[in-house]
């Protein structure tokens, strides 16, 4: 029954241009803008219209073209066959209204013989169920009756003249007779036999126009099937003809991937097993296939919702679809199976119909591999669709479907903004508390060998630094850096330069009177020598020249004299007022052999720290440790007082 002019959908928008003109109808496509996303392949309301006008003719007394045709999409539901979404009629013209479908005319050309060939398997699919489930026969049976919905799959239309079985008479085919096809019209309907195979002619014939310029050997068993179709369909009894179930078991509509299909249409019926060894093989066998078929004819069923479900499929299957494969890394281990365009043209509306549906497994089963697929999206999808779904999904009594939608809606934050994602107005809480000088060199990069890290660090003398360097001078292969001290205690004052060089093996036993560092006073300079830019983290009795190959005769004799020197300056203190250092003379001290020194086994050992400076250019450091008598200054100032008193 048709509705009236109240049944119009809310919101529907028909284009201008139609789609196609024939001579029962005009077919447009229209958009309802505040549902039925379900019916377009895009999510984005897309639809198809049909208007049609009275028809003059014997078959159309009761009812036009289009409204038999519409009572029928209503009466006959399959998958097969195009879907019905609503009808009306505004004044003389009738409206229908269906999912999204093109007429198969307008895409053949552009279509595989493999896809063809999963075509021609959904019409017989329809055909069987008009047979054997409905008692009703086509009769209209070509190219003008398929369409084609945007994922690629063949439904069946047409259905303005079709009649059941007792109705199919010889006067009925011949009233319908001037608009059918002519190729499709059996011979015998002339004839007074009455038949029920006009559909198997028909079919025969649409098998025929399909393959038009296309080789036998593009599809398997494609040549038997043709010679099949004109010697068993087309024959010239009716009732030798096979039936269409009979049909449906040739090996053109069994091989591989047919089998593929078919069993993903048929999941409710596998058992657990064979569900199982399906699954974990199905995307190797589908790799031998060309990639745009298998995403326009098998991913709708990929991502369906008994596939979805599935535990074999959720491990072995869905982790591989719902990852776009990146031509940078083909051989990872994870490498998704469809390229990023073709999921992009296939995959991802298939997804977005996905965020929809409100089934906790489905949903989370998307959030769980979210960070693979997001990139795919658009700013616009993003925003409008997913994430409208995503902020549904923190509302859920589901801890874990809560604590899954926050993590992706994480990944949304550096695509769309934390003022998209949460909304709200927001406030600088936290400041930036880094300091602005620049990192240390000496900070290691967690991961990287240490060669490379050092490797990496710039020269001391590249970094800023608040303090003077100590100024140094090459000596052959070592550098001999100047460093300011203290004036030691009291004994040295009469030596002028003392070169400190520590001996590599001190350490190993009680060190003897003559390893022991001295007290007297050099004009306040030392020459330390370094080697090594590695800081230690100790001090240590050991030489400051670190490579024990190398040695210095030199500089060993004349360390020997000096130390010898201060021994026997210690030895000519007379008396303890020239300790005082008004008394000090800053001359040499003649030795005496027969002095002898009661405090030469107290004197202390004050251990020089180890240091290890980085090589850096020459600059002149004032230590503040360092003194340095001024030359006129009074000598009789400073005390205040004698030791005699």
Known sequence: MMGNEGSHLNGLEIEEKPTEVTDFWAQYRATINDSCSYFSLKSDGSVSVFKGEAVLGPLWAVSTPLEKFSNNLLKYRHPCIVRFISAWQQRSTIYLATEYVQPLSQVLGVLTPLQMCIG?????????????????????????????????????????????????TGAYLKHARIHRYDKAIDPNEDSHKITKTVDQYGFAALVDDVFTGHEDDQV??????????????????????????????????NHEFISIYKFLNFLPLKSEEERCEFFSTILENLKCYHEETVAKQLGGLLLSRLTMLDQTARKDVIPFILKPKHERTPNSEYSGFFSLSIFKEHVKPRLMQLFGVRDSQIRMLLLTHFSKYVHVFSHEELSQHILP?????????????????????SELVPILGAGTVIGGKRSKFFTDGRPNSKTSPLTLVSGRAHSEIFAQQKALRDLTCSEEIFKHEKTGSFETITLNERPSPVGGESVEVESLRIKPNIG???????DWSDWDNTSNTKHATFISPEIKGHYEDIPLIVDNSITNHKTISKTSLLQKAAIEAKKNIIDISELDIKNQKFESIKKSGDDFDFFADMTPVIEKPTLTIAPAESVSLSSKLDFVPDEGTDENEGWGDTWND
């Not at 190993?508 to 003559?514: H, K, V």
Request: proline share 5%; hydrophobic share 35%; with cysteine.
């Open 120 to 168: 021609l398997n959904n019409i017989l699919r329809a055909l069987v169920f008009l047979h054997e489930q409905a008692g009703m026969s086509h009769n209209n049976v070509s190219i003008q009756a398929i369409y084609v919905t945007g994922d690629g799959q063949w439904k069946l239309g047409g259905l303005q003249y079709l009649c059941s079985f007792p109705e199919l």
């Open 220 to 253: 398997p068993h494609l040549k038997e099937f043709k010679q099949y179709c004109r010697e068993s369909l087309q024959h010239n009894e009716p009732e030798l003809r096979p039936s269409l179930s009979e049909v449906s078991h040739h090996s053109f509509f």
């Open 389 to 409: 779904e995503l902020l549904l999904g923190i509302k859920d009594t589901d801890d874990n479907l809560v604590a899954c939608t926050l993590i992706c809606l």
């Open 508 to 514: 190993a036993g009680d060190p003897s009177e003559e």
